[in-house]
């Protein structure tokens, strides 16, 4: 990286003693900022550490005297040095006098976003969050630069506080050809955005700091007319924002939906949910947790889709290490039989997936026989199991653990559910640990788990599919026993020396009392009168949501069951096979 901060011209506007202490300071290049406060002791910030310069308080005349070596403070009480990308702050007191200065060291730091060139790269809105003072302005300021003069796009940046390229009219030589418009007054931002779609036909527009609800509102009229956002906003992660109504919109806007019956019943939730209202302003979101490391939401729509479902987006974690060399992790979720998260487990991922087995080739290709003992089916799930997940951070995913299965597929399985409920499938592959990873991504599929209703009115799946050698596997219903068949058809796992007690658990995930009890009185009336005396059998009355349950047990056990009488008092009726 190549830094360039001009730091003798801020400096210089500092009282005598403060910079002759300063320029003979050993950790001078990482300084941050300078406070002057009156009656209190000059202090010198850097990094990990603060420090005082002198033990004599600051005075009005020493405040007076670097007041007049800046330029003048506008509306959002901030003056710069011109041609340089410092920055000097007041604080003043009730009458409007100036008793309290910040300088902030600005720099100009080349190659800050070699972490996320390729995201830049994309045409992509880009939203950067993160705390104050972790870089944001820097790396804006740098992708404004990489989008002019290597992409050789036309880029303007909206300048509220002269922050990105330096006070004064000639805009500072870190933005490169990039053009700058300069804001009078930080109220009118909004009005500075549209004009500059209007009236010099951009490629790109920067922006720093969006704030307010106009703002939001300017950025989403910007990005619906085709042109590419860089910004950044207030807050540190995306859920900052989705609980912000100001800024709501730059991820898509929150509402309030009524659900169906059907479709609260397809998704297990209640009928009333949030919803994301419309496509998010910024299609990529990154959060600038430290200097050289940051997470990258590369969809932000499933992102914020997953919180509101209140589920874990799994999103990238970039680092770059003191040689510049960049890894790419991803966190994923590892949840307990009831659905609690336990902690994560750090997958690493190499740029770009490549598959392999008979996906590569679109057909299927035989497995040269290998001389293996004959092993129970649980036995070898287990082997399959550890192979999958035993891995090094350090090594390829794709070459090193995913393994071809009975029919030449990768393990682990990754799947493209389609109508099939997600929470169910999670739970099925939770519980009975199976070697699966869901994906919403159909180009990295291995293969598509999809009710076969939802197949038959989608041709265009169908014709997905076929395009991309990804096979169709059917169920009737979103239901655990038919979810649990269908996984077990696609790793080749019908085996009748696999115990059914594990499944079993799968009715009892997460289950109250009283489901409990009424999953216990159906499993007993199977085992100990339908199926030895090959007797019909009447349950209690439950619920209608307890029925269900008890319907899914039986149909485990290859039988038929239904419901008959009237509420309150309607019941199960087990028949024999």
């Not at 932000?300 to 990238?316: E, K, S």
Request: with cysteine; glycine share 8%.
């Amino acid at each position: 990286m190549t830094i360039t901060d001009d730091l003798q011209k801020l400096l210089d506007i500092l009282p005598q003693d403060l910079r002759q202490v300063l320029e003979s300071h050993p950790k001078r290049d990482s300084l941050v900022e300078v406070v002057l406060d009156l009656g209190r002791r000059p202090e010198a910030r850097f990094p990990n550490q603060a420090e005082y310069l002198s033990e004599v308080p600051v005075t009005q005349e020493q405040i007076n005297d670097c007041i007049q070596r800046v330029g003048i403070f506008g509306g959002d009480n901030r003056a710069g040095i011109e041609q340089t990308l410092h920055r000097i702050s007041a604080i003043r007191n009730r009458t409007g006098k100036i008793i309290g200065l910040t300088c902030r060291v600005g720099r100009a730091v080349f190659g800050t976003i070699g972490m996320i060139r390729d995201l830049v790269e994309t045409g992509k809105s880009i939203l950067m969050l993160g705390r104050p003072g972790v870089g944001k302005t820097t790396a804006l300021r740098e992708i404004a630069r990489v989008l002019a003069d290597d992409l050789h796009k036309r880029v303007v940046i909206i300048d509220t506080s002269n922050e990105i390229a330096g006070d004064g009219d000639v805009a500072h030589p870190a933005i490169g050809r990039a053009r700058r418009m300069q804001v009078a007054h930080p109220e009118q931002q909004h009005q500075v955005m549209i004009e500059a779609v209007e009236n010099h036909m951009p490629e790109v527009i920067v922006i720093d700091e969006i704030g307010t609800e106009l703002e939001a509102l300017a950025a989403r009229t910007i990005a619906e007319r085709g042109v590419q956002l860089v910004g950044t906003a207030h807050g540190n992660q995306i859920e900052n924002l989705i609980k912000n109504p100001t800024l709501a919109d730059l991820v898509g806007g929150i509402q309030a939906v009524t659900l169906g019956d059907d479709e609260a019943r397809r998704r297990g939730s209640q009928k009333t949910v949030l919803e994301r209202k419309a496509p998010p302003t910024f299609e990529i979101a990154v959060e600038m947790l430290e200097r050289q490391r940051w997470t990258v939401h590369e969809s932000v729509a499933d992102t914020v889709d997953n919180l509101l479902r209140g589920r874990q987006p799994i999103p990238q974690t970039r680092t770059v290490d003191d040689h510049g060399k960049i890894a790419v992790t991803r966190q994923l979720a590892v949840v307990n039989g009831r659905g609690g998260q336990l902690g994560t487990v750090e997958e690493s991922f190499p740029s770009a997936r490549q598959s392999n087995g008979w996906r590569s080739s679109g057909q299927m290709v035989a497995l040269p026989q290998l001389p293996v003992e004959r092993v129970t089916g649980r036995s070898e799930f287990d082997r399959l199991l550890d192979e999958s997940f035993n891995y090094s951070e350090s090594i390829d995913l794709d070459a090193a653990t995913r393994q071809p299965g009975p029919n030449g597929e990768d393990l682990p399985l990754h799947v493209y559910p389609y109508g099939v409920s997600r929470h169910q499938l999670e739970q099925v592959i939770s519980v009975l640990t199976l070697p699966v990873v869901l994906t919403k991504d159909i180009d990295s599929a291995d293969a598509i788990l999809a009710l076969r209703s939802h197949v038959k009115n989608h041709a265009k799946l169908r014709q997905m599919a076929k395009a991309r050698h990804v096979p169709i596997h059917m169920i009737k219903s979103s239901t655990i026993p038919q979810i649990t068949r269908g996984l077990r058809r696609l790793l080749n796992m019908d085996d009748p020396e696999m115990a059914d007690d594990l499944e079993l658990q799968l009715f009892l995930h997460s289950g109250s009392d009283d489901e409990m009890d009424a999953l216990e009185e159906a499993r007993l009336a199977v085992e100990q009168i339908v199926i030895p005396k090959g007797q019909p059998v009447e349950l209690l009355p439950r619920s209608p949501q307890v029925r269900k349950m008890q319907h899914e047990l039986v149909e485990h056990y290859r039988l038929k069951s239904h419901s008959f009488g009237e509420e309150p008092n309607r019941r199960l009726r087990i028949y024999p096979a």
